[in-house]
């Protein structure tokens, strides 16, 4: 198993962890107001910024720690993925050669 194999499955792990707890499937941990309302409640938009978030963690949130877990996951994932393509791109094309073409008597 690849690292980002490894990452992108503790990713979901903890991402239907946070949507069990909060019993919302089709949360989006992208969205900040949905994030809110999950650490937070319904009816409650306050920052999620990762400040607010340990401080609420830091008081036994744990839905809070599992979203900062699940970030702190999707920015491996991230870096992994853009030194993948920094790689690939930096690698030289390898020239294709053309089949010779003289006609054969």
Do not use: Y
């Amino acid at each position: 198993m690849t690292p980002l194999t490894t990452l992108l499955a503790s990713l979901n792990s903890v991402e239907s962890s946070i949507k069990a707890m909060v019993s919302t499937p089709d949360l989006n941990l992208n969205s900040r107001v949905q994030v809110s309302r999950a650490v937070f409640g319904e009816g409650q938009t306050q920052s999620v910024s990762r400040d607010a978030l340990e401080a609420v963690a830091g008081g036994g949130n744990v839905v809070a720690a599992k979203v900062l877990k699940w970030r702190s996951i999707k920015a491996s994932i991230s870096r992994i993925e853009k030194a993948s393509a920094r790689r690939s791109s930096s690698l030289p094309v390898a020239s294709q050669s053309s089949p010779s073409s003289s006609p054969s008597s």
